[in-house]
Each structure stands twice: as structure tokens, then as C-alpha cells.
């Protein structure tokens, strides 16, 4: 019960009165129905309950915390420069690693860190979908805001976006959800203008707000997080033409800056970033020409490089990682390729069902789910979808999830994690 009502518990004054072995139980137990600020709060009230005995066990308290899982404003602004735990050598060490890690852009940890950083979440947190924005049945672009529950397959509907956003581009980074650009439009004159304007959507309040804004409008655009940063990379400008302008956002310093641009404009490419790099899979020219081309952009180094390969012909088609894997989900085909990373080779997957296009995936508990779209049925005639589908990447097979809510496509489909006082289903 304890575990599960942490928050009440925590609260009370008995739970101040726990010994250290007994809070170090609570903390590092992978049932606690808490999110990892929470976990550091609560060590922080205990030690101040009795700060004379108890300011020396801030170490071990502290690597009880999964710093993996905290926002960095938060890690580097308030507990780096909590007066306990700047009182403790050892604490002040793991902040400067995990500040050394983000900084590197590196995936590889210190022997000291590991532990801490490759601890798993919390069985109670759970990566749920949401599905934002896009083209609704066809009538015009949508505002709604999706959470999909897996223990009841209901959709659940969130705070809508504060306008309609035409094309605008979709990532989640540190259990936030973000609205990046797009084309804005009013409905009364009917008047549209290339928008620079971050929105921001957490679990935790379900109000939309906004952020630092981009340093160039854009819409058409295609954005990806890795570590604390967003990627945004080309799109269409306020002069009407294919951008090959890249810009990253990093959550640490609440800041936008002007990175190495991409080699070839490109509009509708698949992209996926893994191990250091962003992947830019074919889209189209200036001429809807298809682009057989990967382009690569290595994080650390702001330095991009191309590779021309048949294999790639891709438009309309979204990307998305599963371990060292990069899987490119139809894009006017059936077809779904895999791409590793490793062996720089390509692999075939099971076909979609219909040739599809403008449609989103995403992964959860590696799983592929790819929710809506455009098809082209067997009359060769476009329509929209409101497919929701699942690819298990071990056994290769695709299974029916049900169907949206309403006919959606240009949409985002995310995971965003949400804390539960019951366990993850299996």
C-alpha cells in the first residue's frame, strides 16, 4: 500500500520517522508510484526532519534517485545546487558526470555513473500513445489531443491545442509533449502565416504552454530528440521553398541554436536518430522527385555526410527505432525496411496491408504502432485512414489494434510516460 499511495505516505509525519534502511527500501523499490523529483523531495525532507544525524547518508539516498529520468532544468537548476547536496563530494562528482554525459552528446557512462544511469523506470511508469494534431477526416486540421489507454483500448481525450497548426512538426522529450511550428491558420479570413512557436503539453497539468521559440518558422518540417535535445531539420520557410537549415533546442539551458545545415533539401523524409547520429532517409525534391539518398548527421561533431543507395525510396513515411534498428514504414508502398545501423545493411519486414502514406508511428515497450494515414486502395484512389496497427519486430507480424477515433493523417503519434498506482500490464 505504501508503495503504491507514495505520495500520501510521504506526507505524513511517521513517514519522516523511518530509519535510513527502511527509506532506502522504499526508494529503490521498482513498485514506488512515483516520479524521480518526487523520490529526491522526499529524501530531502527526511534528512531535514533530524539534519544533524542525518546529513551524512545524502550519498546513498542519492543514488537511490534514477537521474536518468529527471528533467535536466530541474537536475542542473535545483538539486545541483541544493546546499546538501553541493555538501557532499560524492553527490557533486555524479552531477558533473551526468552534465559531461549530456554535454558529449554520448551515449557511453562513466563506471561511476553506469549504475544510475542504466537503472530502468519504475514499473509504474508506463509509456502510453498519444496521437496530436494532423489533417481530421479530411474537413480540416485538427486540435485534438489523444491518449490511448492500453488496459481499456479507450481513447482518452486531452486539452485541446490552442490553434490549428497545418504540418507542424511532433516530439516528446522528458514526459513533455512538443508542438514544433507548423502552418498557423484562421479560420474567419482564412489568412495563414509560418509559425516559429513552440507549444508544450505535460500529463501533469494537461494545459498547453508555451516554450523558447524557434529561431526560423517552418512548416513541413521533421523534428527528433536524442539525449536533452530536439532536432528540428528543414521544411518550408516564410520564402515558400525546401530548407535545408537544422536548429536543436536544448532543454538543459532553455535555448535554440543555428546548427551544420543538411547536405540535400529534402520534403517528407523518414528520420530516426540513434548512437550519436540522425538519419535522413530519401523524401522528395523540389520537383516531388523521390531522393535516393541517407543522409547522416553525427551529433558531437555538427558534421553531415551522404550515401546514395537504391534501397531507399521513401516519401510520406515515417521512421522509428527499435534497439539498432531503423524501421522506414511504407511511403506510397507496403513495403517496411529495416535499416541497421551497425552492418550498414538493409533488411525486409512484413508488408503493411494497404500502400500508405502521411501516416505516424512510434514506439512503445518495443513495439512498432503506426496509427492512421493515407492509402491507396485497390482502385489506385487515395483515402484517409483511421487504421491503428501494431508490429511486433520478434515474430514479424502485424496485428489489428482497433481504429482511431476518426480519420487522421500528418498527425503525431508519440510515447509519453504517465505515472500509475498499478503495475504495468504484461
Known sequence: MAVRCF???????????????????????????????????????????????????????????????????????????????????????????????????????????????????????????????????NEQTSREALLYDERTHRWQWMAKLPLRLYKAAYVCIHSILYVLGGLSLCMASGDSSVSATVYTLSLKTNQWRTA?????????????????????LGGIGLDKRISQSVERYNSMFNQWEAMASMPTAVLHPAIAASDQRIYVFGGEDAMQNPVRLIQVYHISRNLWSRLETRTVKNVCAPAAVIEEKIYIIGGYTRRMIAYDTKA???????????RRMHHSATVINNKLYVTGGRILNGHDVIEDSDCFECYDPKTDVWTSKGSLPYKLFDHGSLPLVCVSNRPNPP
Open 344 to 354: 550498414n545493411k538493409f533488411f525486409k519486414c512484413a508488408n503493411l496491408k494497404e
Open 212 to 232: 523558447e521559440p524557434m529561431l526560423e518558422p517552418r512548416y513541413a518540417h521533421q523534428s527528433v530528440s536524442y539525449l536533452h535535445f530536439i532536432f528540428v
Open 7 to 137: 505520495s500520501d505516505v510521504a506526507a505524513t509525519e511517521d513517514f519522516c520517522e523511518l530509519s535510513l534502511p527502511e527509506l532506502m527500501c522504499y526508494l529503490e523499490d521498482d513498485r514506488l508510484c512515483a516520479e524521480e523529483e518526487q523520490v529526491f523531495e522526499t529524501l530531502l525532507a527526511w534528512i531535514h526532519h533530524d539534519p544533524f544525524s542525518r546529513r551524512g547518508a545524502i550519498h546513498d539516498l542519492f543514488k537511490k534517485v534514477r537521474l536518468r529520468y529527471i528533467h535536466p532544468t530541474y537536475l542542473f537548476q535545483f538539486i545541483a545546487n541544493d546546499p546538501l547536496v553541493q555538501s557532499s563530494t560524492l553527490c557533486t562528482e555524479i552531477i558533473d558526470s551526468v552534465r559531461r554525459l549530456m554535454l558529449t552528446a554520448s551515449t557511453k557512462c562513466s563506471r561511476e555513473l553506469k549504475p544510475l544511469w542504466t537503472t530502468p523506470r519504475r514499473y509504474t511508469c508506463r509509456e502510453t500513445l498519444v496521437v496530436v494534431g494532423g489533417r481530421k477526416n
